[in-house]
């Protein structure tokens, strides 16, 4: 038993009257907000204009939230739709359901790759390059990553293995994963966010010193992010489907880092400029 551990919350919902204000939302929402402001400034620092990266979030949010929810429901199909999935087919798609796993089911890589579609087609209306909104948004979505990733401490979900550690996480006895006599397990989520706040101050330092740009910074931030989802994800003892005694998300991460560092070295010469918009252009110009 450890002397000193995390208390997990009692609840994760609060009712605001007849308002349900649940604890992963926000703490999913406030990410996303701490990520455009944090990806505003430094747009504007680099002389874009003013307002650009609001204007490329209400593109990238909701592709995002399609992307998240669809990475879930394919790397975890069994849930909705296997013989004995515990969830109906159409929580699938209803991710505030009470009756389904609610705001649970949202993939980080699923909300990156089709968030990244919403940006560029923004980017192309406004005539901005891609590369240099991802380069300014990498640290920015570390940062959000970080506050975003504290929903799974109020839905007391997706944490680690038993442990003595004075930060272990006090989690219910009961729920999926927990052992019988065991109160504390590792708190995975708290190791990711404050991987991924390290990750952000690094990628910060590493823009400033290097001047990356064509998305080399970007690159870093998904080499990074995923060297710390490797071992993280090692820890869970959430199901999941495993290839070789790996689990899923783990061979994504091998693929990813493998990915970014060839990007990075594909395009260490490259200098052009990119441009950075202004007035908005027809959909149709390219």
């Not at 609001?54 to 399609?66: E, R, Y």
């Not at 968030?115 to 300014?136: P, Y």
Request: aromatic share 12%; net charge positive.
């Amino acid at each position: 038993m450890s002397l000193a551990s995390i208390p997990s919350p009692s609840e994760g919902v609060w009712h605001l009257g007849p308002l349900p204000i649940r604890g992963y939302t926000v703490c999913v929402m406030l990410g996303v907000v701490v990520a455009v402001v944090v990806a505003e400034r430094r747009w504007r620092n680099r002389g874009g204009t003013p307002g650009t990266m609001l204007d490329l979030a209400t593109w990238g949010i909701p592709f995002g939230i399609v992307g998240a929810r669809l990475y879930h429901v394919i790397t975890d199909w069994q849930l909705y739709f296997g013989p004995d999935a515990p969830h109906r087919p159409i929580d699938a798609i209803l991710i505030w359901s009470d009756s389904g796993p609610g705001w649970r089911g949202l993939g980080v890589w699923g909300a990156v790759a089709l968030g990244g579609v919403g940006v560029w087609i923004a980017c192309r209306r406004r005539g901005i390059a891609l590369s240099a909104v991802a380069d300014t948004v990498a640290p920015a979505v570390a940062l959000g990553q970080a506050v975003g990733r504290w929903c799974n401490y109020f839905n007391q979900e997706l944490f680690g293995g038993p442990t003595d550690l004075p930060w272990g996480l006090e989690i219910e006895a009961g729920r999926p994963g927990t052992v019988p006599g065991v109160t504390t397990y590792h708190p995975t989520f708290l190791y990711e966010s404050l991987w991924s706040l390290g990750l952000a101050l690094a990628l910060i330092w590493a823009g400033r010193r290097f001047e990356l740009r064509h998305g080399r910074l970007f690159a870093l931030y998904v080499a990074g992010y995923t060297a710390g989802r490797f071992w993280i994800e090692g820890l869970r003892v959430d199901p999941a489907n495993e290839i070789l005694g790996m689990r899923l998300n783990q061979w994504t991460s091998v693929a990813l880092f493998l990915g970014a560092l060839a990007y990075v070295h594909l395009t260490r010469k490259k200098r052009s400029e990119e441009p950075l918009g202004g007035e908005r252009v027809p959909a149709e110009v390219g």
